[in-house]
């Protein structure tokens, strides 16, 4: 029942809100899939962005695998007039053998409702190295997104939800509220600021993709606190419902970023709270840590 009611405080507190500027993909992979930094706004024009990302661990809807997975990624998005992007994201697991670990390409449409209501809807396919780290989101290959943003003018609220499919498929829904903040006064000069946007957020949904990854790597789960999952006889599959919606995640993230016309430096702190957990993983609470480096072309 509490899940009820933090779920009805999310919606009336950030009600439906899309993305329809701001197009950015680093990953706390809370899905992280697409969309520059946090603090970012990327006007509706012609635009080429690149970026580069260090990342903490990797999380995927709000779980993470039994081993920590530090990451650096690179990331391009081509921004058209008419609301068209594409986009590229290239992932690092840092201490393994691949040069590359995994390659994500998309495309998407911008919506524009009203001055105060936009939206984003977005396909992405998931490319892994048959060599790479086994990171929690390996089972899934597709995703398709879509991203509705209210503008309150005291905060911003979104409701995004997104199906993936491949070895596993899911469902999401994602809850986010926000309040952007910038400085009036320059750092160096009158052309940069700081800026900051507190944002709350809420993941429910199935999470078919964990007993996937289960099933796929078990030698990941043979740590002395991680004991692999019972499977009834006959069964390749762990015997949990993760095919029920649910809640899966609360997390509240502070990012903090330098910004100059054309580029912006951001680091971000996360403190994430997985609920629900499903078969092996005993995911526990954990705070994230990124640093984004971004420049727009215009």
């Known amino acids: 029942m509490k899940y009820f009611f933090i779920l009805i405080f999310l919606i009336v507190c950030n009600t439906v809100s899309a993305a329809a500027v701001k197009v950015s993909f680093f990953a706390d992979t809370d899905k992280d899939v697409h969309v520059t930094a946090d603090t970012d706004t990327v006007f509706r024009k012609r635009s080429i962005s690149v970026g580069i990302n260090y990342g903490s661990d990797i999380q995927f809807f709000g779980r993470t695998g039994p081993i920590k997975y530090p990451f650096m990624s690179t990331d ?18 840092l201490g ?14 911008l919506l524009n409702y009203s001055k105060k209501f936009s939206g984003a809807i977005s396909y992405t396919r998931f490319i892994f190295n048959k060599d790479a780290a086994a ?10 997104d879509f991203k509705n943003t209210f503008d309150w003018k005291f905060a911003k609220s979104s409701i995004t939800g997104d199906y993936l499919f491949g070895d596993a498929n899911d469902y999401f829904i994602t809850l986010n509220t926000s309040k952007y903040i910038e400085t009036s006064w320059g750092i160096f000069d009158d052309k940069d600021y700081l800026s900051f946007n507190p944002t709350i957020s809420a993941i429910f949904g199935t999470q078919n993709f964990v007993a996937r990854y289960s099933v796929d790597n078990p030698d990941k789960l043979n740590l002395e606190e991680l004991p692999p999952p019972s499977f009834p006889q006959g069964q390749r599959i762990p015997n949990y419902d993760n095919g029920r919606f649910n809640a899966l995640n609360y997390s509240f993230k ?15 702190l996360k403190y994430s709270i997985p609920v629900n957990v499903e078969g092996a993983l005993k995911n526990r609470h954990e705070v994230f840590f990124n640093l984004t480096f971004f420049y727009l072309f215009f």
């Open 76 to 93: 391009a998005i081509y921004n058209t007039k008419s609301g068209f992007f594409l986009y590229t994201a290239i992932y690092k697991v």
């Open 96 to 109: 393994y053998n691949p040069l590359v670990d995994e390659v994500d390409l998309g495309a998407g449409y």
């Open 135 to 144: 990171v929690i989101k390996s089972a899934s290959a597709n995703n398709i």
């Open 254 to 268: 502070l990012p903090i970023a330098y910004n100059r016309p054309h580029y912006t430096f951001e680091a971000s």
